[in-house]
């Protein structure tokens, strides 16, 4: 797949910028305290960063393409790591909750469980004053590839229930909405709690 996102990221900050996140991200925005520290893993341009800050949160951005991270400082003023979610050691930060909306969507299937569990070990149990998650992805079945040559890998609510639950996280809330952009995709929505005792 070509590097969509480190050639052509200017396109998608302006194709999705201006999106407005709160329903899809109200769900989760209503589990979060005030002040909490919210990781965005693939944080984009940092459109979701902004609206979290609006809601009183703190952020943290997780992006792999440097032109988007450059954008996710600029827009929403707070620091934003750059690295791959599938490499990188999350071990070493302590967040409140993680957003990872569309994160996965390029990401093979069998590989969405080794990423998830890598990306929430930055929730650390009694340190945390909460310890949710939100996960969004693309309903369907198989993969779909667009004419940018992105492909996206498709779920079905099963397996990924499937998948939250041997990670030892409870789904507390669940949509399934329209893409925001008109595009007739379906997006499945997750607000996860890690299971006390993991």
């Known amino acids: 797949m070509p590097d969509y996102y480190q050639e052509s990221y200017k396109a998608y900050h302006e194709a999705t910028f201006s999106v407005d996140p709160s329903f899809f991200l109200g769900p989760f925005a ?12 693939g944080c984009g341009s940092g459109r979701d960063l902004v609206w979290l800050q609006k809601q009183g949160c703190n952020v943290i951005g997780f992006e792999r393409s440097s032109g988007l991270a450059d954008l996710a400082r600029q827009n929403a003023g707070c620091e934003v790591i750059e690295g ?12 409140d909750a993680i957003l990872m909306s569309g994160s996965f969507v390029h ?25 949710f ?15 940018d040559g992105r492909t996206f890998y498709l779920w079905q609510d099963d397996d990924l229930r499937r998948i939250f639950d041997r990670q030892g996280f409870s789904i507390i809330d669940f949509t399934k909405t329209k893409s925001a952009r008109g595009t007739g995709e379906v997006w499945l929505g997750y607000v996860l709690e890690r299971n006390t005792g993991r």
Do not use: I, M
Request: charged share 30%; proline share 2%.
């Open 30 to 41: 209503k589990r979060v305290t005030d002040g909490a520290l919210v990781l965005d893993v």
């Open 84 to 95: 791959d979610f599938e490499t990188y050691d999350f071990s070493q930060l302590t967040v």
């Open 107 to 131: 990401l093979p299937h069998a590989r969405l469980a080794e990423a998830f569990r890598n990306v929430a070990q930055a929730l650390k149990g009694q340190e945390c004053t909460s310890r």
């Open 133 to 147: 998650a939100c996960v969004s992805l693309k309903e369907g079945d198989g993969t779909k590839t667009d004419r």
